[in-house]
């Protein structure tokens, strides 16, 4: 009996499956990034960070701009708790196909590993760095209010030495880069002061206003409102140079006598593991076009902040050196957490 010959269509797909199942995931990755974005369906940008915080205003800002790119919606979602890492867990798990995008800090990345004894994903291993975004110091605050004599650092160290121990100072949570910040200082001047961890940058404000603490490292963009309305003084700022929102502010290495001092954390964006260097490729290019214009960058330095671009091998480069960093301040500091 004559045997029918093969159809040819069948024979194509049988052996594309066959591909795909002998491990060449590589074939169909240039059809997924002439996918990238797929037709009407929305890209969401995930962020750790409570309403009103950097993090979440930046994301709101670029998400129209990127949208208007990318031709499709773009959303912008909070996954808030855990000092960012549920919004990291969630990153690591969505669909590895560019629709679903991170804003992701050093702290998440690097200090987290070092507080956290279990963390839901591995910061180097499940997530792929796209590019840098900016540097974010934090701004050594006092109560204009509860603390008028404060009028320069000096007078702060002089106030904590005279009651040692006595004393406290205000953070956003045990471990965050509030904290540290503030766990540096005391490494580098000796001072003894009781830590006193907040829910949030909000809550630890409003202790400051209370006269329950007498210092809060924080974020130059959320406090530089209170300190243009006169409600905190500003006395140095972590970063190596001057801000230039804020020229006349010293850095802490300078008002404080503490030469080479520094301490911030950076931001960046970051996808799941296995997503497509095509779509990697675009994200990023369409992403450095947002960030890059003027109405984004005056944003950023109008915060205190200090534009970072960068590519994956500057952020990968950044991840390396700060994590053994981190991890020696976190290990002085004596911050664990559950």
């Avoid at 992403?287 to 952020?315: C, H, N, Y």
Wanted: some cysteine; overall charge positive; charged content about 15%.
């Amino acid at each position: 009996m004559a045997t029918m010959p093969a159809r040819p269509g069948l024979f194509r797909r049988v052996l594309w499956r066959a591909l795909l199942l002998l491990g060449l995931p590589a074939l169909a990755a240039p059809l997924r990034a002439q996918e990238f974005p797929a037709p009407g369906r929305p890209i969401t940008l995930i962020g750790g960070f409570a309403a009103g915080t950097p993090g979440d205003v930046y994301l709101r800002l670029i998400a129209p701009l990127l949208s208007a790119r990318l031709g499709v919606p773009v959303v912008v979602e909070a996954r808030v708790g855990a000092t960012g890492n549920l919004a990291m867990e969630a990153l690591a798990r969505s669909a590895p196909d560019g629709h679903t995008v991170g804003l992701v800090s050093s702290g998440q990345l690097t200090i987290n590993p070092a507080i956290f004894p279990r963390m839901p994903v591995d910061t180097v291993a499940d997530l792929v760095p796209v590019m840098t975004l900016f540097d974010a110091p934090n701004v050594l605050a006092v109560s204009t209010v509860q603390r008028p004599q404060y009028t320069d650092c000096r007078a702060l160290m002089a106030a904590i030495r005279a009651r040692p121990g006595q004393l406290n100072y205000a953070s956003s949570g045990s471990g965050a880069s509030t904290h540290l910040a503030a766990a540096q200082f005391l490494a580098a001047t000796g001072l003894d002061i009781q830590h006193v961890p907040y829910r949030g940058g909000p809550a630890a404000m409003i202790g400051l206003y209370q006269g329950d603490a007498e210092f809060f490292f924080y974020q130059s963009g959320p406090v530089l409102e209170d300190w243009r309305a006169g409600r905190v003084r500003l006395l140095g700022i972590t970063s190596a140079s001057r801000a230039s929102a804020i020229p006349d502010l010293p850095t802490i290495a300078e008002a404080c006598d503490l030469p080479g001092f520094q301490s911030s954390v950076w931001w960046g964006i970051a996808l799941p593991q296995r997503t497509p260097e095509p779509v990697i490729a675009r994200l990023r290019a369409e992403i450095g076009a947002v960030t890059g214009t003027p109405e984004i960058r005056d944003r950023i330095l109008g915060m205190g902040f200090t534009p970072m671009p960068g590519g994956a091998e500057e952020m990968r480069a950044a991840i390396a050196r700060d994590l053994p960093r981190w991890a020696a301040v976190v290990k002085a500091s004596g911050a664990r957490l559950e």
